[in-house]
């Protein structure tokens, strides 16, 4: 019986590696998707604007380790050289603060960057949106750097060179990847992005059932109905947010 335990203790440990392996495998490559084609200035030349994609805060209204981790790689990826801005895109969703107010405090108060370099985005409610009601701020800079983990960054990097091509062109590496980094938070995203996958992929088969499509719009209403009135997206045809630096 002891021998069995140890087996399958064994085997559980393997099973987990190989999922982390995996993991680090997927995120080391979308780090390096959808690159942009330049020109770029020299290091330490023109300007760069990074920006960040929101996440909630914690319920008490205090920063996330999701959060801190994305601010991180905005901190890092920063060219000392260059004249750069940390565009922060996030709404309040059914917190008190906008996403990007509460990051954008953590990164000014811990990690040390100025408020004079932050800028914000309160508005937006997905990675879509993060890009597109950010373009007035990412159109002025001559770099730009996505900061999330790996994964969700190729994504909105994917959603720029469908919004502004032009602008996609200018799209520089990210500190987002180092091995090991948040390794746990790195497998929880491989896991959503992979239900996400698999259900854009069966809704096109045909494969998603009525029920189950009446399911999940349910469930995004019961979360839009407890949101305050201002906090919920705006209509697809009104104009870009404003966007205030941060001082």
Not at 46 to 75: F, K, M, N
Not at 104 to 111: E, K, V
Not at 192 to 214: K, M
Request: hydrophobic content about 45%; proline content about 8%; overall charge positive.
């Amino acid at each position: 019986m002891t021998s069995r335990i140890r087996w399958l203790a064994g085997g559980a440990v393997l099973a987990a590696a190989g999922v982390v392996a995996v993991s680090e495998g997927l995120h080391w490559r979308a780090s390096r998707r959808f690159p942009g084609t330049g020109p770029w200035p020299a290091p330490g030349q023109g300007s760069e604007a990074v920006l960040v994609l929101g996440y909630p805060a914690r319920p008490d209204g205090s920063t996330s380790a999701v959060q801190r981790w994305r601010c991180a790689i905005a901190a890092r990826s920063l060219d000392p050289g260059r004249a750069g801005t940390v565009v922060f895109s996030g709404a309040a969703g059914d917190r008190d603060r906008p996403e990007a107010e509460v990051m954008a405090d953590y990164t000014r108060d811990t990690l040390g960057v100025p408020a004079g370099q932050i800028a914000l985005e309160t508005q937006a409610h997905n990675t879509w949106q993060n890009v597109k009601f950010t373009l007035p701020l990412l159109e002025q800079a001559d770099v730009i750097k996505v900061a999330s983990d790996p994964l969700h960054a190729a994504r909105a990097r994917r959603n720029l060179r469908a919004l502004r091509p032009d602008l996609a062109a200018r799209l520089a590496p990210a500190g987002d990847y180092r091995f090991g980094d948040h390794w746990w938070i790195k497998v929880a995203t491989l896991g959503y992005e992979a239900v996400r996958i698999s259900w854009r992929l069966a809704e096109r088969l045909g494969w998603v059932t009525d029920n189950a499509r009446d399911l999940k719009n349910r469930g995004q209403a019961a979360v839009a109905a407890v949101r305050p009135a201002s906090r919920r997206p705006p209509h697809p045809s009104a104009p870009s947010p404003q966007a205030a630096a941060r001082h």
